[in-house]
């Protein structure tokens, strides 16, 4: 089985298994003909390709994940693709223990898989990644349920400049909580890094940022963005016009009144006006209160992010000094 039979049926399985993937990889980069690991075991056949992606820490981005991610993109053919995500994780293990330094939070192992192939989740499981964060997806035409009334007095409204506080006061305790379930990082300089976002996106003329009040005090925020700016995301989906939920959060006192299903349909019906055919967005799976909310409000999930982390754990130093050790003697 060669290089190029493992990627076809790969694909072919996945056009199969959900109609909502996009039917190119979104993850494979420019040197994606040429995989790191390739393990034939019988008549199946796996290929990795290990990837590195840094963010500063000064950057926005930095605020959601791992300051360095070591991602490994999977291809899969044959029955028995445990065995050969087996052998590709211990080689990359090697690749890692001797690369990254053990027990360092800022940097994570993290596996990208479609969310309803999941060929291969249970070795990932016995190397230590779990199932942290997903990109669900909300084909427009899916119906659901509507989710509890809001309280009556609930007012939804754009965010202006003068809300510059308030928008930061929200999305800091949003940050807070996402915090617990793996990917989000705390850090010194967030509420810099928040400001200058926020302010850059109240400046917009068409506004991106909605606050919830009950009776004139802010209790909740929703930020949107519309087709014109989702080029980063389309990719990652079979959809032409895509719209991205950035974030929801409402205030702890707040919650379970319905007020976050009346943004959420704010959104909703945004979207429809700009006639975009499916909306994503990404939640923590850990998250005991956006993970139901959002499967109630007819997202489903597209792709799954195993994460390590720390890509390397505090107790891989031995195991990292003895690969040394045995280099050094062989
Ligand atoms: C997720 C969050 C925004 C929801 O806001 P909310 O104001 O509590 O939402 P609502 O009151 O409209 O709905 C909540 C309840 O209705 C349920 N629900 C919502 N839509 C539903 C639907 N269509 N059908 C059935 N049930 C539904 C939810 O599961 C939840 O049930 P519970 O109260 O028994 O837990 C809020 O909990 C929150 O801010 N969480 C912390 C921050 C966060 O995780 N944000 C999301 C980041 S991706």
Redesign the pocket.
């Given at each position: 089985m060669n290089t190029e039979a493992i990627a076809t049926e790969h694909a072919t399985r996945l056009s199969s298994v959900d109609p909502l993937l996009p039917h190119s990889d979104p993850l494979a980069g420019p040197d994606a003909a040429h995989e790191d690991f390739r393990v034939i075991i019988g008549d199946s056949g796996a290929l990795g390709f290990a990837v590195r992606s840094e963010v500063d820490r000064n950057s926005g981005d930095s605020l959601w994940r791992a300051l360095v991610e070591h991602r490994l993109l999977l291809r899969f053919a044959g029955p028995q693709p445990g065995e050969c995500l087996a052998e590709i994780l211990r080689q990359w293990d090697e690749y890692l223990t001797d690369t990254v330094r053990a027990g360092d939070w800022d940097a994570a192992a993290v596996v990208p898989r479609p969310s309803r192939d999941p060929a291969g989740s249970a070795e990932l499981l016995r190397h230590g990644f779990a199932p942290v964060r997903v990109l669900a997806v909300r084909p427009a035409d899916r119906l659901?349920?509507?989710?509890?009334p809001a309280e009556p007095g609930v007012r939804i409204r754009p965010a202006e400049p003068g809300d510059l506080a308030t928008a930061v006061g929200l999305y800091a305790e949003?940050q807070r909580?996402?915090a617990e379930f793996g990917s989000v990082t705390l850090r010194a300089n967030a509420t810099e890094l928040l400001t200058a976002g926020m302010a850059r996106e109240l400046d917009r003329h068409e506004p991106t940022i909605w606050i919830a009040e009950l009776y004139g005090r802010p209790l909740?925020l929703l930020q949107i963005q519309y087709p014109a700016d989702t080029g980063w995301i389309t990719p990652y989906v079979s959809a032409e016009r895509v719209g991205y939920l950035s974030?929801?959060?409402?205030a702890e006192a707040?919650?379970?009144?319905?007020?976050?299903?009346?943004l959420a349909a704010h959104a909703h019906q945004l979207f429809d006006e700009s006639g975009v055919d499916a909306v994503l967005?990404?939640?923590?799976l850990a998250?005991p209160?956006?993970t139901?909310?959002?499967y109630?409000?007819g997202y489903r999930p597209l792709w799954t992010y195993w994460h390590r982390r720390p890509a390397v754990l505090a107790h891989s130093e031995r195991a990292a000094e003895t690969n040394s050790l045995r280099k050094r003697l062989s």
């Open positions: 659901a349920a509507a989710g509890p949003l909580y996402d909740g974030s929801l959060h409402v707040a919650r379970s009144s319905g007020v976050g299903s009346a967005l990404h939640h923590a998250n209160t956006s139901p909310f959002w109630g409000q």
